[in-house]
């Protein structure tokens, strides 16, 4: 019943959208119409500023933090700490809150990993910071580190079911990135 319940308020806790509830206290409009429509940190960079996508990057990687640590802190294994992960940045893709119209959920998974394994996610960011040198550009590092997650896992020599829930991670925040994923196929970048 713990584990039920903490898959439900992860899930709910993903709907949060930092982003849409700075905009709408701050700015009194919604983020999901403007710029690019992404209620994420960068389209609010894009629109209010340098403090504004530091602030929504930090409030959507809390939310990975804080699920991952209440895992931890109801005694459950590495195993169920990614599966709130997953439950909660499929809340922050899908918020029924928001008709299942949410950000992206990159900045909630960093979080999360950070917490999940600090080694992991240095080498995630290594990953992505080595791809960025290469490519010239922050999406396309981004997805292709995102794509990497479950090889890191695997390579940490993590068993099956994290793999499988790391590809179910990568495969919600792919699919997120469905757009600019076509633009890229179209501009060859």
């Known amino acids: ?6 898959l439900i308020s992860s899930y709910l806790l993903g709907n949060l959208l930092s982003a849409s509830l700075l905009s709408r206290y701050y700015y009194k409009e919604d983020i999901r119409i403007k710029g690019s429509g992404n209620p994420g940190a960068r389209n609010a960079g894009r629109l209010y500023g340098k403090k504004a996508f530091v602030a929504i990057f930090i409030g959507d990687a809390l939310k990975g933090v804080l699920v991952v640590l209440a895992a931890r802190l109801f005694g459950f294994d590495q195993l169920i700490e990614l599966l709130v992960l997953l ?3 499929a809340g922050h893709v ?3 809150l928001f008709k299942f119209r949410g950000g992206k959920g990159v900045s909630t998974l960093i979080g999360g990993l950070l917490v999940f394994s600090p080694l992991v996610f240095a080498v ?12 010239k550009n922050f999406t396309a590092a981004g997805i292709s580190a995102i ?10 020599s993590y068993h ?6 790391a590809c179910l991670l990568s495969g919600i925040i792919l699919i997120a990135h469905r757009e600019d ?3 890229m196929r179209q501009t060859g970048n």
């Open 160 to 165: 099956t079911p994290f793999i499988l829930f």
């Open 94 to 96: 899908y918020p029924i």
């Open 147 to 156: 794509i990497s997650l479950p090889i890191i896992l695997l390579a940490f």
């Open 181 to 183: 994923l076509r633009m």
């Open 87 to 89: 439950a909660v940045v």
């Open 1 to 6: 019943m713990v584990l039920f319940s903490l």
């Open 124 to 135: 995630f960011v290594g990953v992505f910071a080595v791809l960025y040198l290469f490519m």
